[in-house]
C-alpha cells in the first residue's frame, strides 16, 4: 500500500513476512491465472526494525533477508511486502457514498479518530473493500497507518538486501487472500507468532476487525520453563512434544496464555451472534499452531475449528513437499503476499 508498481503477467513475486523473530519468504510464479509456489524459505531473526533510525539493524536484517534469498534459489528482485501488526494501525469505517473528493476529505477527517499518532507522521493508507455495489448505502473502507520511520527503515533494508518493493500489504489480507480466496465465508482467523497473535474476523469474505496480541508461542514457552524451573530449549521442546493434552503436567503452564486468545475470540463471536451472523469457522495458522491439541482447545467455542491450508490456493513440485508440509502453518502470510495482484 505504499510502494506502487504494477506486476506484468507470467512473472515472478517474492512475499516477504517479517515476523517477530522470523522472516519468512515465498517466491510465486503467476502464470496464465494460476499460481505456482516456486522455493520458500524461513529463517530466525534476532533483529527488529521499530519506530526508531536504526542503521545496525537495517544492515543486519537486509544481510539476512539477502542470504535466505540466495539459498532459497530466489530469481526475482520483485516483492510485496508486510509489516508486522504490532507496526500497523487498522480499522475499518464506513460511510456514506459521495463524491471522490468528498471521499478523500471524509477519510482524513476520520483517520484522525483512529490513528492513535499525528497524521503528518504516518502513511496513510485506504481501500474500499465493499458497498460500491448497486443498492448499497453505504462504503466499507479500511484505513491502514504506518509510522513513517517504519516505512523508510523498511525501504532502506530492502534496498541494501536487492530487493524492489511493489506494495506493502497488511497481513491480516495477505492471510484472508490464501486462506478464504473468494469465498464469501465468516469465520476468524487466529494466527500464533512467536512474540505475538494475530486475531482476524472476517465477514462476507471481507476483513471487518482486526486485533492484535503481544502473546505468542514464546510466551508459552517462557511459562513452561518458569513452570517446571527448565531450560528455555527443553520447554521449547515439552511444548512440542505435549502441546495442550490433558495428560500431561503441562497444561497448567500453558491454557492462561491461550485462554487470552480464546477470550478475545469470544468476544468477537458475540459481536457476531448479536447480529444475528453465523460464524462458520475458525482457522488456526502460524507456528504456533502447530502445538498438539490446539484444536481441540477452542472447540468448546461450538464453532467449527480447523487448522488452516496455506497450500490451498498454490500448485509446487513434488520435491518440496516434504519439509513444505513442515513449515506450511508458518507460511500463509509470505504466500498470500506472493499472491497478490494489482
Known amino acids: 500500500m505504499f510502494f506502487n508498481g504494477l506486476f506484468s503477467k507470467n512473472k515472478a513475486i517474492l512475499g516477504v513476512d517479517i515476523g517477530t523473530s522470523n522472516i519468512k519468504i515465498a517466491q510465486i510464479s503467476h502464470e496464465q491465472g494460476s499460481f505456482v509456489l516456486d522455493t520458500y524459505g524461513v ?24 542470504t535466505l534469498a540466495e539459498k532459497a534459489g530466489v530469481t526475482t528482485k520483485r516483492c510485496v511486502i508486510s509489516f508486522p501488526n504490532s507496526a500497523v494501525f487498522t480499522s475499518v469505517i464506513s460511510l456514506p457514498k459521495m463524491s471522490k473528493k468528498e471521499l478523500a476529505s471524509a477519510i482524513e477527517f476520520e483517520a484522525r479518530k483512529y490513528v492513535p499518532l499525528p497524521l503528518p507522521e504516518v502513511d496513510l493508507s485506504s481501500a474500499i473493500i465493499s458497498g460500491e455495489q448497486p443498492g448499497a448505502e453505504n462504503l466499507k473502507i479500511l484505513l491502514t497507518a504506518v509510522p513513517k520511520q517504519i516505512t523508510q527503515n523498511y525501504a532502506k533494508m530492502f534496498s541494501l538486501a536487492g530487493f524492489k518493493p511493489e506494495v506493502a500489504d497488511i497481513e491480516a489480507l495477505a492471510l484472508l487472500r490464501t486462506l478464504v480466496g473468494n469465498t464469501n465465508t465468516n469465520c476468524v482467523i487466529i494466527d500464533i507468532g512467536a512474540r505475538s497473535t494475530g486475531v482476524d474476523i472476517i465477514e462476507q469474505g471481507f476483513l471487518r476487525l482486526s486485533r492484535n496480541l503481544n502473546i505468542g508461542g514464546d510466551t508459552i514457552t517462557d511459562k513452561i520453563a518458569q513452570s517446571l524451573n527448565i531450560s528455555k530449549f527443553r520447554a521449547e521442546q515439552f511444548k512440542r512434544d505435549f502441546g495442550v493434552s490433558s495428560a500431561t503436567f503441562i497444561p497448567d503452564a500453558i491454557k492462561p496464555v491461550l485462554n487470552i486468545i480464546k477470550g478475545e475470540v469470544k468476544q468477537f463471536l458475540n459481536i457476531y451472534q448479536s447480529q444475528n451472523t453465523q460464524v462458520e469457522k475458525i482457522i488456526l495458522v502460524g507456528g504456533g499452531a502447530n502445538l498438539p491439541g490446539i484444536v481441540n482447545f477452542f472447540e468448546d467455542l461450538q464453532v467449527k475449528v480447523e487448522l488452516g491450508d496455506p497450500l490451498r490456493a498454490i500448485s509446487y513440485g513434488k520435491s518440496l513437499e516434504p519439509v513444505l508440509k513442515r513449515f506450511a502453518l508458518s507460511l500463509p502470510i509470505a504466500i498470500g503476499l506472493g499472491l497478490r495482484k494489482i
Open 43 to 66: 529463517v530466525n531473526c534476532p533483529y527488529k526494525l521499530g519506530d526508531k533510525d536504526n542503521d545496525f539493524a537495517v544492515e543486519q536484517m537486509a544481510k539476512i533477508l539477502k
